[in-house]
């Protein structure tokens, strides 16, 4: 089926440190997502993405987190600076359309380790 | 409280047995899907639903919106249904899901 690529699967950085989660989401989808897990807990939502803007964003967006999707190229969430309670696995995924019926499609995800 | 509750939140089967999960919503569901996660982190989609079911091969799913609740039924269970089993409620505008905690299900032969 669709695949959505996400690149690192696992980085780890010092506390302070700016750092880039990238996604290659499904080739012809136009909505994208972030999402976040701590490890053992459920996933929860950070934001979502379409034409170029933020469409919706969750308590758990802080200010030091952007997106963007330049180009047509990968989707990304940025951090900077990182704290140690943004440690977990971010999934990304990516959609055909927005609201209603449709079908999310997830990446593996990418683990943060922020020491 | 959880907005969506999941049950329950472990689950041991034996090979070939059958089970069900369920999933409680305190939100205006309007669709809802569920999710295996594999012991590496990977969420495969199993199911996208509208209010009705939906069948997969020895999966089988079910969601009713009037009385706010999902479930999905496992039948004839093999060791690779071993993961974490999440469902997920959308209950408005741009595709936020609210996802429930997961049940873990560990198969054995």
């Known amino acids: 089926g669709p695949k959505v690529l996400q690149i690192p699967s696992h980085q780890i950085i010092d506390m302070g440190q700016m750092v880039t989660l990238n996604c290659d989401p499904v080739?012809?989808?136009?909505?994208f997502y972030w999402y976040k897990q701590i490890l053992g807990q459920q996933m929860e939502f950070l934001v979502n993405?379409?034409?170029?803007?933020?469409?919706?964003k969750s308590k758990l967006f802080k200010d030091q987190f952007s997106v963007e999707r330049p180009d047509g190229s990968y989707f990304t969430l940025k951090i900077q600076p990182t704290a140690l309670e943004d440690s977990a696995v971010y999934f990304c995924?990516?959609?055909?359309?927005?609201?209603?019926?449709?079908?999310?499609?997830f990446g593996a995800g990418t683990r943060l380790s922020v020491l | 409280g959880d907005k969506v509750k999941q049950s329950p939140s472990a689950l041991s089967l034996q090979e070939g047995t059958n089970s069900a999960l369920r999933c409680n919503f305190s939100?205006?569901?309007?669709?809802v899907q569920w999710f295996l996660q594999n012991p590496r982190g990977s969420l495969m989609n199993l199911f996208y639903?509208?209010?009705g079911t939906k069948e997969n091969g020895r999966l089988k799913s079910a969601f009713d919106s009037k009385e706010s609740y999902s479930t999905l039924h496992i039948r004839d269970a093999q060791l690779e249904d071993s993961g974490t089993y999440f469902c997920?409620?959308?209950?408005?505008?741009?595709?936020?899901?609210?996802f429930g905690k997961g049940t873990k299900l560990s198969v054995k032969s």
């Open positions: 993405f379409y034409n170029g803007k933020v469409m919706e």
């Open positions: 080739s012809n989808h136009l909505y």
């Open positions: 995924a990516s959609s055909s359309t927005g609201g209603s019926q449709n079908t999310l499609y």
């Open positions: 997920a409620a959308e209950g408005g505008s741009n595709a936020k899901l609210t």
């Open positions: 639903l509208v209010p």
């Open positions: 939100i205006a569901a309007t669709t």
